[in-house]
């Protein structure tokens, strides 16, 4: 249950100032229902668009009592339904409009080229196509695929299939490949995800550890989000170092 400030008695209508809490606050309030949750947590959805507090003249965020319920909506569907952010935001935005929306089901099908990171528990196992899909979809011949596989760029589900995470590497790898970069020249970017990997695993171990089910569900969760920001954080420190370069 979230608690939720009061102003002392003769005051009358509070001023907006006085209404309004600072992200600290904010993460008092929500870490009764929510344990796992963090600043860094409450600064992520507000990047991906899910509440918009207030800020100061100074730049200070101010969180309203309507934000700190709609992020406690958000986690919520995060813990209980594994929804991708997206869904959660037009389902939320569905709602502010005064529409009565059926909840999504987080099984539901979608693109295979689409990110993998905006995607619940289990969705790496869900669809998987086989050899002559993914040749069909990376636009490739079997020589192709095969070099991809020999440097570890694409590598097969242990029943032989692809899912949708490998379907986007091959498209990638193979539109790399139009502008000369051959999979030994990849072989950097595949060394760097796998330590990035790492790093995400050392943040979420302890949680998928942990007795709560709950907490270990949040931990995938948190695991995609992590991902997601060292994918943003990698393209922003490639474009950095482009600039930075004698033209």
């Known amino acids: 249950m979230l608690r939720t400030p009061t ?57 309203s009592a309507r934000d700190v319920e709609r992020l406690a909506q958000v986690l919520r569907m995060q813990r209980d339904h594994y929804l991708p952010l997206k869904v959660i935001r037009e389902h939320l935005d569905a709602l502010a409009r005064g529409e009565q929306p059926a909840l999504p089901s987080p099984g539901g099908q979608r693109d295979l080229g689409e990110g993998a990171w905006e995607n619940g528990p289990g969705a790496t196992t869900a669809a998987r196509i086989g050899r ?6 990376a636009e490739v011949d079997e020589d192709r695929l095969a070099e ?54 050392q943040v979420v171990a302890p949680l ?15 695991a995609n989000e992590l991902a997601e920001l060292s994918v943003r954080l990698h393209a922003a420190l490639v474009q950095t170092s482009l600039r930075s370069r004698p033209h």
């Open 7 to 63: 102003g002392g008695a003769g005051h009358g209508t509070a001023s907006a100032e006085a209404r309004s809490m600072s992200i600290g606050t904010v993460l008092i309030q929500l870490r009764d229902e929510f344990p796992e949750v963090t600043i860094s947590k409450i600064r992520f959805l507000e990047a991906e668009g899910l509440v918009e507090p207030q800020r100061t003249p100074s730049g200070y965020r101010k969180f």
């Open 132 to 137: 002559s899909e993914l040749l069909a979809a």
């Open 148 to 201: 991809w596989e020999s440097y570890g760029l694409v590598t097969p589900a242990p029943d032989g299939g692809y899912d949708a995470e490998t379907v986007t590497v091959a498209k990638l790898v193979a539109d790399l490949g139009r502008f000369g970069l051959e999979p030994r020249h990849l072989r950097a970017m595949r060394a760097s995800a796998d330590r990035e990997a790492g790093l995400v695993e």
């Open 208 to 222: 998928r550890r942990h007795r709560n089910p709950q907490t270990r569900a949040h931990a995938e969760t948190m």
